[in-house]
């Protein structure tokens, strides 16, 4: 179950003295360093200034360049970013009632998007009364990983990130979707682990009624599983060569599983998906088996 932890303490830190701390703590792909950090988010959490001091600096001093390496859309604010982890405060807002408005705010804020995650992420309430999260669970092990495949999941809770209140979800494990506050706009804080899961994992889009995957997502490495998807259209005896080493030989098993499939569209289906049946990850090996069927 993803972990919920109450905030009792009226104690607050700064901004800097968070990063400090964090900075002590979180290592890369270490998934418990950064349940180590729910004190120091706690604390933040209490401070009702910083993100609006960070916002005047910003918007005084760098205008021009606000945000300029944030790839999320306008709904997160990148406050911190290093090789282990990054800090970003999340905005959830009420739905209008205009209904084209509140169209594009389902679609914007991906109200209602069952989905799972491939990072650890810590968050924490911070203004208004929060938006609505329902939580599921699967085991990532045991699914392939293909379109409409039918999974288990099990419903775990539904809850509120109200302020003072801290969530963890676990990668690849936590199926969750927000849903709108209902009286007032509200912000999260969110502490997000880097690890080598943000390109391994797939993360899922889910059918929670059939039970099913509905669609891939690549999230924010989406660019450079891009970089390979591309290599479809514009190739050379080079390029296929480049593939076919990292179909075999690259440590990340999201990798080869995509250069296996660019692969397929170019060379013999059946010969390319032979190779991804010796492949030493089990999750490959299955997806390699499920393609050949596609084709028998």
Not at 260 to 273: G, K, P, Q, R
Request: proline content about 1%; hydrophobic content about 35%; glycine content about 4%.
């Amino acid at each position: 179950m993803a972990y919920t932890f109450v905030n009792n303490n009226d104690a607050s830190i700064s901004f800097n003295e968070f990063i400090e701390s964090l900075n002590k703590i979180i290592k890369f792909g270490k998934e418990e360093s950064i349940l180590d950090c729910v004190k120091y988010l706690a604390l933040l959490a209490n401070n009702d200034n910083f993100f609006l001091d960070f916002l005047n600096m910003e918007l005084t001093n760098n205008i021009l360049n606000f945000q300029s390496t944030n790839t999320y859309s306008e709904q997160s604010f990148i406050l911190y970013d290093c090789d282990d982890y990054y800090v970003r405060m999340t905005f959830w807002p009420v739905l209008s009632n205009n209904v084209s408005v509140r169209n594009s705010q389902n679609q914007l804020f991906s109200y209602g998007l069952v989905h799972d995650h491939n990072f650890s992420l810590l968050t924490a309430g911070y203004k208004g009364d929060g938006y609505t999260t329902k939580i599921w669970e699967y085991d990532y092990d045991k699914v392939i990983g293909i379109q409409n495949e039918e999974i288990d999941i099990t419903f775990l809770e539904e809850t509120i990130l109200t302020k003072g209140k801290i969530m963890y979800y676990r990668p690849s494990k936590d199926i969750h979707a927000q849903f709108p506050p209902i009286k007032e706009d509200s912000l999260a804080i969110n502490i997000i682990l880097k690890s080598l899961k943000q390109f391994d994992n797939r993360q899922y889009k889910f059918d929670i009624n059939r039970s099913r995957i509905k669609k891939i997502l690549y999230g924010s490495a989406a660019s450079k599983f891009g970089l390979i998807q591309i290599a479809k259209y514009s190739h050379n005896l080079k390029t296929i060569d480049i593939l076919h080493s990292l179909a075999t030989n690259c440590g990340i098993t999201q990798v080869r599983k995509e250069s296996l499939e660019v692969l397929a569209a170019i060379e013999d289906y059946n010969d390319v998906w032979e190779i991804g049946l010796k492949d030493k990850d089990n999750s490959v090996i299955e997806y390699s088996k499920s393609r050949l069927l596609e084709k028998s």
